[in-house]
């Protein structure tokens, strides 16, 4: 069985980020990108399922412009065996809203043809956490979010899922789509030899036209700002004082 793993390029998640001089959006010039962290966790599921057996051959995916290839060469230098690298590049006015990305990762689920497909449960950068839901919708394909444990068996797959009351687990018929939480696993880093062999890993480029993909959106991005300055607390010295307050200044007693 093929798993195929959808990897997205983002902004480091240790960088401040700011946003642009001229508020078209948030700075990426000179800054540190690195894989989406859920997206490493993908990744790493989908090499331990190959590393057990249950799986054959982990394909990486990304959407994005040329510097993503460096993202997929993470994910090759990981362990994954090739990669695809849909090539788009990003207007910031017009950025690739979650369903126009699930419409690619269709497209290229339906030529590539897994068992399993993994995606990070949101990208921090957008944080929208609805692509692979919607990638599940599109392919009609049973879907396991937020996975904090996943278990192949046959032509099926047991997924723990981390919901609000504690931990759900549910039996998906395969293909299907899982998502991934922060305590799936623990990702490894690429060791110095597999950085070397993942030079010599297949990249395979195609474009949303290649794949018969519309991803015009209606959405415009007009103007980014930084959110306001949150203004400096006070410390009261009584419960008085702070029903006052609350009555005289918040207005909500
Ligand atoms: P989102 O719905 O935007 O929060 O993204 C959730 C997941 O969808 C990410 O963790 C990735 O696995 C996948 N994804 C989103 N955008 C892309 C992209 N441009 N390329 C590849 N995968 C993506």
New binding site residues.
């Given amino acids: 069985m093929k798993i195929l793993v ?3 390029r983002v902004v480091d998640y240790a960088v401040k980020v700011r946003v642009r001089p001229d508020l078209t959006g948030v700075e990426t010039a000179n800054v540190k990108m690195s894989m ?1 962290p ?2 490493e966790i ?1 990744v790493e599921e989908a090499l331990r399922l190959r590393e057990a057996g249950a799986a054959a051959e982990v394909v990486a ?4 412009p040329a510097q993503s290839a460096d993202t997929l060469r993470t994910a090759l230098a990981m362990g994954a065996d090739r990669a695809v690298h849909v090539l788009h590049n990003p207007d910031p006015a017009r950025p ?1 809203l ?1 369903l126009a ?1 699930a419409k690619i ?1 269709r497209a290229v689920a339906l030529r590539e043809n897994p068992g399993l497909v993994i ?5 921090i950068d ?7 839901q919607m990638l599940a919708g599109l392919l009609n394909w049973p879907q396991g979010t937020f996975a904090s444990k996943v278990i192949l068996d046959k032509e099926k797959a047991i997924v723990e899922r981390e919901v609000d009351g504690g931990i759900e687990t549910i039996c998906l018929d395969l293909p299907a789509v899982i ?1 991934t939480d922060l305590r799936l696993n623990q990702p490894r880093y690429a060791t110095l030899p597999n950085i070397m062999k993942a030079k010599s890993k297949v990249i395979k480029k195609v474009t949303p036209e290649d794949l018969n993909v519309d991803i015009r959106s209606d959405m415009e991005v007009v103007q980014v700002t930084e959110p306001p300055k949150r203004k400096a607390g006070v410390i009261l010295s009584s419960v008085d004082d702070l029903l006052d307050k609350l009555k005289n200044e918040a207005h909500v007693l």
């Fill in positions: 959808a990897v997205k989406n859920f997206c993908a995916a990304t959407i994005g690739l979650p990305v990762l995606l990070g449960k949101q990208a957008d944080d929208c956490n609805q692509t692979g998502t």
